[in-house]
């Protein structure tokens, strides 16, 4: 795969990869890694939430009228 960069991108991958002793490539994977296990966890915790919300909405709403 080949990625293309800008000057400001460059700069930051090969300022991270220098701090953290890791390649560019490595800098980029952790990163993708790193961002596709949030985006999960963000869809978990939505769909945690709306069950929640289905499920004890109407005492909810009951407690915030009292």
Do not use: F, K
């Not at 800008?6 to 790193?34: F, H, K, N, P, Y």
């Not at 966890?41 to 109407?58: P, Q």
């Amino acid at each position: 795969m080949t990625l293309r960069t800008d000057e400001e991108l460059d700069r930051a991958l090969t300022a991270l990869a220098e701090a953290e002793g890791a390649s560019r490539q490595e800098v980029i994977r952790r990163a993708v890694l790193e961002r596709y296990a949030r985006s999960g966890h963000s869809t978990r915790v939505t769909e945690s939430a709306e069950r929640l919300a289905s499920r004890w909405g109407d005492v909810l709403h009951r407690l915030g009228t009292v």
